[in-house]
């Protein structure tokens, strides 16, 4: 728990929390269950609260022989909210016991949260530093992120640094008086991770922590934790396609050498991972307490292998439509590509090649789309570079300027005469030779209702304009409206139905026509007419009306999107922004889905504000994404937030990730508890052919739990028949040591957790030397849309052969390829009591060559 009051103050920490439980949603019913070992998902390996919502691990710290795990944790519910830390210990890792509420929420007087507690660290002062202790008996101290509410009366909207102590070993926490301690006065600046270093440049403590949008790892350093001064920061490089969040920057010697340290940058990223959704990356080089410099840092000018559809370097568009503004010929995209930066632009970084497709010709101003040849999809991946505003396509929205289906009214105004010719009524300054107009405002559709040029006096023309009589024999009208905006009725558009206004709509003070929508169903069948009022004089004081559609769907309101888009028999089915950014950055598609259909490449720019351009190089067709060339410290879809104990005993570094993905984290079929720790993993680094990796491994504490005695092996090598051989074992908590070598096989593997036609499949596809988890088919997968998956990871077998070790453990797969240089984390939810296992072959004969299932003990519950 933590005070809130200032040091002098005696602590009610009973208090605090009834206070809090006063002002949080009532506990379900059932999160009082009081045996959670009943329940279908819950792990017996894993760490899960007893009830309620658990996120990041925080503040990860071995002292006195206890590993304390802080989380983020929400006391009050099984979804995100009430950001608090949460608090297990456990003297081996893998056996927790859960501890009260460490730091909740603060509260302002009226029951409102003024500061959410987000993630941070925990070090031991063991100098006492801080002065919050003794060197004696050194505190416990954490720093954390404060991310103050709305309601927080000075920092509202903000996210700072903070500290708070402990001196009785991590149970119960004090708020420093002098928080926030770092405070940038931004909006994503947060997860401080801190830890002691001693090198060439001193002695000093380092945070690293995130600016999570501007994609920047900062650097501070301390003698007291409580005063911070700016060292460096580490920049934008390799995925950037999501927030940044929770660094971590550790030592490690390459395989074991102690005269060959590099240092380790973790950076975790949502969206934007390798699987989808959230993951982690890192990078390994080099850090003299001021600056990490990466030596794995993927080059930005080298695009990934493959086919190229378009690169812009021969002076011409290739074969693209280009449209530019009716109101600017020349912008956005010009006649041909941009070298780089144009007139009036910040600086233009990233592009490969000599030119790129650059949306700033004329400024933010000038709109248009530019379209690629159709091509037909025949690979997996279409790697690209994207910049510029980042303004996406809105539901509902259209990229286009199309009409709903439907009845065109009125002829679309493109009358051979005038209104009055086809029974129109004019009143005021409006004149029948002035009407319709041929000219003013942007997107119109031929000829035009437009109140500035209608009459002689441009703005100042005031009257009504009034169609004659039809019938509404459908249920909307969509129509393109641009001009003036008043809210008084002074300037407005009307469906009139009994002479009384029943719609109303007017402008938005822009020349640009967009497509507004009347839902005209309750007056089925009516007479109706169209009356335009302008009795608005001044800048502004004018309407443009065009195409009238009377139809059974609403029309769609063009974007204000700066995209670029994949269109397939003619649906948007893939589409990305820039960053508000002129750097270029790689994207990647997932195009397996489209593999044989035609398709073309959209690049939409439909805003003139700031930021009202879109910037696109190097269109690439290839069989791995762009993401795969990085460093991931996982390949499946549910390993995220990981960061590592400090002060570990023998040096050894452990990193400990949430096993779950923001893409459906909230929607997870658990029921009293929602979010699991992954197993403990030990990482080293050993030296590869693209230089030194981390290799990481199940925490050595975990084969206390191996039931040796009940283990079945293979007692020789085995052919792997094509399609499913059952085991003659079965279990949903073990631990599998399988070795393989492909044969004839196109893929081979095995298959937990099965329960009659369902199992999660874990092999490895030899034509692309890849090892998988799929888990389309593995139990309950309807709960979202991006849960069924199959994730896989690049691997090279080593003499011809595959090893994998596996830790099944009811509600999820951990999977260590070639002794942990590629790990996959999966969560599953599998049919009660589903336990098979056995081994697949497809495509020919595969070959088990060795195989041990171990059952492992509950470590939890």
Not at 458 to 475: C, K, Q, R, V
Not at 535 to 562: C, F, I, K, N, Y
Request: charged share 15%; hydrophobic share 35%; glycine share 12%.
């Amino acid at each position: 728990m933590i005070s809130h009051m200032r040091p002098g103050r005696v602590m009610a920490t009973a208090a605090v929390l009834a206070a809090s439980m006063l002002t949080a949603a009532p506990l379900p019913a059932q999160a009082l269950d009081p045996d959670p070992a009943t329940q279908q998902y819950r792990p017996y390996l894993h760490y899960t609260p007893a009830q309620n919502w658990m996120n990041d691990p925080n503040g990860l710290v071995y002292h006195k022989g206890v590993y304390h795990m802080y989380y983020q944790h929400n006391p009050f519910g099984t979804t995100w909210g009430n950001m608090s830390w949460g608090h297990a210990t456990s003297t081996d890792l893998l056996h927790w016991q859960e501890q009260p509420l460490a730091i909740p929420q603060t509260l302002n007087g009226a029951g409102q949260s003024v500061e959410d507690i987000f993630s941070g660290s925990v070090v031991v002062d063991t100098q006492n530093t801080s002065g919050f202790g003794t060197v004696q008996d050194p505190p416990l101290v954490a720093l954390y992120t404060s991310n103050f509410t709305a309601s927080h009366p000075t920092l509202a909207g903000k996210q700072a640094q903070s500290l708070a102590y402990s001196t009785d070993d991590g149970q119960t926490w004090t708020e420093y008086s002098g928080n926030p301690v770092l405070n940038r006065n931004t909006s994503d600046f947060r997860d401080p991770k801190v830890f002691w270093y001693q090198g060439p440049a001193g002695s000093y403590w380092v945070m690293a922590a995130v600016e999570a949008n501007e994609h920047r790892v900062l650097f501070y350093k301390s003698s007291d934790l409580k005063t911070w001064d700016y060292l460096d920061d580490f920049q934008p490089a390799n995925a950037t396609g999501g927030q940044w969040e929770c660094p971590d920057l550790y030592p490690l010697a390459v395989d074991g050498d102690p005269g060959n340290i590099k240092w380790v940058l973790v950076v975790n990223i949502n969206p934007g991972a390798v699987a989808g959704g959230s993951g982690g990356q890192y990078f390994v080089g080099s850090f003299d307490g001021t600056t990490f410099s990466s030596e794995s840092t993927d080059p930005v000018d080298v695009p990934p292998p493959g086919t190229s559809l378009a690169g812009f370097n021969s002076g011409s568009y290739e074969g693209w439509t280009v449209q530019n503004d009716p109101s600017n010929a020349a912008g956005p995209w010009g006649t041909a590509p941009a070298g780089g930066t144009l007139p009036g632009q910040q600086p233009v970084s990233g592009g490969i090649g000599a030119g790129l497709v650059n949306g700033f010709h004329g400024g933010d101003s000038p709109v248009g789309i530019m379209e690629s040849p159709p091509f037909t999809v025949d690979r997996d991946y279409i790697n690209f570079l994207a910049g510029g505003g980042n303004h996406a396509r809105l539901p509902g929205e259209q990229g286009g300027n199309q009409p709903p289906p439907g009845y065109l009214l009125f002829d679309g105004f493109d009358y051979p005469g005038t209104l009055t010719d086809a029974g129109w009524q004019l009143t005021g300054d409006f004149e029948a030779a002035r009407n319709p107009s041929g000219t003013g405002g942007e997107f119109a559709i031929g000829k035009r209702i437009n109140t500035f040029e209608g009459g002689p006096k441009a703005d100042d023309n005031t009257g009504t304009i009034t169609s004659p009589e039809f019938y509404l024999t459908n249920t909307n009208i969509g129509f393109l409206l641009g001009g003036g905006g008043r809210t008084d009725g002074q300037l407005q558009v009307e469906l009139l139905v009994g002479g009384v206004p029943v719609r109303t709509a007017t402008g938005s003070n822009s020349g640009d026509l967009n497509w507004k929508n009347w839902d005209v169903s309750p007056y089925f069948g009516q007479i109706a007419r169209i009356r335009v009022v302008d009795s608005a004089t001044g800048t502004w004081g004018h309407l443009t009306l065009d195409h009238m559609v009377l139809g059974s769907e609403p029309a769609r309101p063009r974007s204000s999107e700066t995209t670029v888009n994949l269109v397939v028999n003619g649906q948007t089915v893939r589409s990305v922004t820039g960053a508000d950014s002129e750097n270029l950055e790689w994207k990647s598609w997932d195009v397996s889905e489209f593999k044989g259909s035609q398709a073309v490449i959209r690049v939409v720019d439909n805003n003139r504000g700031g930021w009202g351009h879109i910037l696109a190089d190097e269109f690439i067709a290839s069989d791995i994404s762009r993401l795969e060339q990085y460093d991931w410290l996982d390949w499946g879809r549910d390993y995220y937030a990981a960061v590592s104990f400090g002060n570990v005993p023998d040096g050894k570094r452990i990193m400990l990730g949430w096993m779950n993905n923001w893409d459906y984290g909230q929607s997870t079929p658990t029921t009293t508890w929602r979010g699991t720790m992954a197993l403990p993993r030990e990482v080293t680094l050993t030296q590869t052919g693209q230089g030194p990796r981390l290799r990481q491994k199940v925490v050595a504490q975990a084969d206390a739990l191996k039931n040796t005695a009940a283990a079945y092996s293979t007692a020789q090598a085995q052919d792997i028949q094509p399609g499913t051989t059952s085991l003659p074992v079965s279990g949903d908590v073990v631990q599998i040591d399988a070795e393989f070598s492909p044969g004839t096989a196109s893929s081979f593997g095995l298959k937990v957790l099965g329960s009659g036609t369902q199992a999660t499949r874990v092999g490895y596809s030899v034509p692309a030397a890849r090892t998988f988890i799929d888990r389309t088919n593995s139990g309950t997968t309807g709960f979202h849309p991006a849960f069924p998956s199959v994730d896989d990871a690049p691997v090279q077998l080593v003499n011809g052969r595959l090893h994998l070790r596996l830790y099944v453990d009811r509600a999820s797969v951990e999977v260590f390829a070639q002794d942990g240089l590629a790990t996959l984390t999966d969560q599953v939810f599998p049919a009660a009591g589903a336990s098979a296992l056995s081994v697949f072959a497809e495509g020919g004969t595969a070959r088990l060559e060795s195989l041990s299932v171990t059952p492992l003990s509950n470590a939890m519950w």
